[in-house]
């Protein structure tokens, strides 16, 4: 019997919410070289926005292990395992913190692990703040080659390396191709912080319930992102759950969860403002419409659909028009609905099979240093618990051990209270300010 070419690939991904775990950890199957046995181990970085059991199992990824981690936590796991690959699925600023503090852990080391990261869909704004931030990662990930093109631009226009920008694709798109359901229905992918308003959120989904009430014979479904008191990648203050039990919406209107692939697989016409279910709907061919109701404005992100075909507004819809998207934009949004998107990682899994062949990889150098941004980077730094030189700050929270059933309880109290703050306290507090 031959010998199994099968190589055993450790792959450590850190993530802060249900969102990037979902990316984080399908990028990470979706990177590995071919022919790899890989063995996931997830960490999930203490927040505002852990995901809950239920956001982990609507996500549908297996990990080999799974944990809840501080930073600090963290950097001493990586500093004793030995890992071949990391993903980091973080917000811009927590990038920064864990390259520095990876720097600082694994200084001496004649092996490290490859760096990964990226964002977890359509990048529609602070892209110069959200790039800087991420780089020094051996791999930045592009979703498009619009963004691919984007990130080198911003990376070479201060001066730094950009060979580590990687053109892919979004990692969580499949599915059949669209064919028609009946009842014919009609979903509203909705978003936590797109729009923000009352008035905004409340137009919207007086509108999805009259859309239902003008067409009894579809199905009208708000497909939401989470629950009351759970978070995601953004707060949401103002749950469409809530403002849906002062409406008297028809039989045909439904509020529903779930996984976006099983929900888009009912799909005959998807609705949003930005979310980027917009391009997963587009990759299965899927009718898609970005509302233009609001108008189309960066603060809605919306914007980054402009020459993309799908922009409407729901009186058109109600009149029945469907419009028809862009194939060049569809192209150029690593959307691959021409069949292309099995080899969208081949260059990514290319570059990471030789930087895992190479004897040894350079220190991990980012743009942000103490000299070229003195002013900024100790702060990020210090959110995290790193001083200016990555090393942990003397009594930064970590532990070698599960937290103690007290630890636990608090831990859900606070979180609970910052929650109820965010979604509660705040809202009222900036009412009494428009006064």
């Known amino acids: 019997m031959p010998a199994s070419t099968t190589k055993s690939l450790r792959v450590a991904v850190l993530a802060d919410s249900d969102t990037r775990w979902k990316w984080g950890s399908l990028t990470a199957n979706r990177i590995s070289p071919n022919e790899s046995d890989i063995r996931l181990d997830g960490f999930l970085l203490r927040g505002r926005a852990t995901p809950t059991a239920r956001q982990l199992e609507e996500v549908g990824v297996r990990a080999d292990s799974l944990r809840e981690v501080t930073a600090v936590e963290f950097l001493r796991e990586m500093a004793k395992e030995q890992y071949d690959v990391l993903v980091l699925a973080l917000v811009g600023g927590a990038v920064q913190a864990m390259l520095h503090g990876l720097a600082h852990a694994w200084q001496g080391r004649e092996k490290r692990p490859v760096v990964v990261t990226g964002y977890v869909g359509v990048v529609y704004e602070k892209l110069a703040d959200g790039l800087l931030l991420r780089h020094g990662a051996d791999l930045v990930l592009a979703n498009s080659r619009q963004d691919a093109d984007r990130f080198r631009a911003v990376y070479e226009g201060v001066g730094a390396d950009a060979s580590s920008v990687t053109e892919v694709a979004l990692p969580f798109l499949g599915g059949a191709a669209y064919e028609k359901n009946d009842p014919y229905t009609v979903v509203f992918a909705a978003q936590p912080s797109v729009p923000e308003s009352r008035k905004d959120r409340t137009y919207l989904l007086n509108r999805l319930i009259q859309h239902a009430r003008l067409h009894p014979d579809r199905e009208v479904l708000l497909k939401l992102r989470s629950k009351p008191g759970e978070h995601t990648t953004h707060i949401e203050e103002l749950p469409y759950q809530k403002l849906a039990q002062k409406a008297d919406p028809p039989a045909n209107f439904r509020l529903v969860y779930g996984h976006m692939g099983e929900v888009l697989d009912r799909t005959d016409l998807l609705v949003t403002i930005s979310s ?71 260059v990514a899994r290319f570059r990471i099979t030789e930087l895992l062949e190479a004897s040894e990889l350079p220190p991990l150098a980012p743009y942000y240093t103490p000299v070229t941004a003195p002013g900024y980077l100790p702060g990020i730094l210090a959110r995290h618990h790193l001083g200016p030189d990555g090393s942990p700050l003397p009594g930064a929270p970590a532990a070698d051990k599960e937290p103690s059933p007290v630890r636990q309880i608090v831990r859900r109290a606070a979180r609970g209270a910052y929650r109820h703050g965010v979604q509660r306290v705040a809202p009222v507090i900036r009412r009494m300010g428009e006064l």
């Open 276 to 346: 980027t279910a917009a391009l997963e709907s587009l990759h299965r061919r899927i009718p898609t419409v970005v509302l233009t109701d609001l108008g189309v404005r960066e603060a809605l992100g919306n914007h980054h659909f402009v020459g993309s075909g799908c922009l409407a507004s729901w009186d058109q819809l109600d009149d029945g028009h469907l419009p028809l998207p862009d194939p060049a934009w569809v192209a150029r949004q690593g959307v691959a609905a021409d069949g292309s998107y099995e080899t969208a990682f081949d």
